[in-house]
């Protein structure tokens, strides 16, 4: 079926054995304010860096989720440009690249933090989301009344404080973000937010919650604070001044012409999984979305990679393999949960084509882009995102220099009977 001469896929799954997941990441400093369950770890980036010839480097990250390769390169003393649409995920970059952290005004801001919650006991926030609390009409609610408000009330906290003390905002709102699953009446399991077992009769008190919050800012972001202190004084790139938050397909118009040597990245793959949702509590308890309006506007910034919005009418990107598959998923029409499928799996390789045909024009000739990809299936029909995209890639001209296998991943219990396992790779391309 492939038309064109493929790229032979070589196996890296000894050397990516742990690589691929952030997990490893989530008790390292820094990482731990909030782990990220969905990128790739630091090694991951460490090496590809260190695969590079030595000399200035510019990097870019396009889809920065957790910010590991900004944060990466920042360490290593490299410059890289990082765009990420969801305000929340950009806020925990943001916390994580920051720099001109001080202890001692830490200290200070979690001691103004504790007097004041040990006094206030109110606030004036409204949180749109229905489902936030008990109502009359509901069954099921994400908190209860005192939970909700106690983690609204460190939001006060936090808001008086950083009147005066504003470049600390980001770290405890992540702090703050960190702890409200904890609290809630759900758990994040994959795509959605599952219900706790007993959540009705779980009740957390303010006291508790409050305590929580203090004894993470004493200990784990106290101590890396410390940490980024020591490291700041030798290391002069800030890439916090390069993170955007927005669409990447806008905001890319941005970088400079052939300015970019390096492109480290992992797009959202084509799983249905609308990061919106993931992390609808964090964007509304935190006030990063007020409205339904502002939930839908989001929504629309992201990958077409799920169908939590109509995308409607499509154009397909020139690749053989790609209509072939998608034929073969229209055979399945009677099996589709949702109508946008199709759509869905054809805007999502329009999207990654515009962004190629972009990069082109921002890289440097002959600059390395590795990109990370799963697979996918639906109905038993495997969507070979590795393959579509060399595809793409060799039709604008890039070389596709390898596709790596990183590891085979498991598919659910509803596909496996049709499908045991999908590739995650990594597609090295030279532009
Ligand atoms: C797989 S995650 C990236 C994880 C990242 N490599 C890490 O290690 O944390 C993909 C990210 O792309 C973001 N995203 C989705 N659509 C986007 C868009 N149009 N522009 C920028 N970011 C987008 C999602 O919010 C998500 O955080």
Known sequence: MLSFNATRITDWSEDYLNFMSAHRNKKEAVNRWFPILEGFSNSFVQSIIHEQKLGELTCLDPFSGGGTTSLVAQ??????????????MSQVCRAKLGKSYKSVEFIEIIDRIETMLSKCQTHNYKIGLKTISKKNNLKKWLYHKTALDSLLCIRRAIDEVTEVFPQYKDILYVTLGSILLQFSNVNRDGKALKY???????????????????????????????????????????????????????????????SVDLVITSPPYLNSRDYTDSHMIELWILGHVNSYEDVRFLRRQTMRSHVQVK??????????????????????????????????????????????LSLKSKCKSGALLYINVANSSYFGVVIETDRIIEEIANNLNYKVLEIRLARKIKTSS??????????????????
Request: aromatic share 10%.
């Open 75 to 88: 360490d290593l003393g490299i410059k890289c440009h990082s765009f990420e649409v969801s305000p929340f």
């Open 196 to 258: 706790k077992e007993n959540w009705d009769k779980k009740i957390y008190r303010r006291k508790l919650i409050y305590s929580t919050f203090i004894e993470k800012c004493k200990t784990s972001v106290l101590d890396d604070i410390l940490n980024v202190e020591r490291k700041s004084y030798d290391n002069l790139v800030n890439n916090i001044e390069l993170l955007k938050t927005g669409d990447c397909r806008e905001l890319i118009d941005q970088i400079e012409n052939s």
């Open 311 to 356: 995308w409607g009418q499509y154009v397909l990107p020139n690749s053989m393999l790609l209509e072939d598959r998608l034929n073969k998923v229209l055979l399945h029409k009677e099996r589709f949960w949702n109508s946008s499928i199709p759509s869905m799996i054809a805007g999502y390789f329009c999207d990654l084509e515009d962004l190629l």
């Open 414 to 431: 509803q596909q496996s009977s049709e499908v045991k396992w999908l590739r995650e790779t990594v597609i090295v391309l030279q532009a």
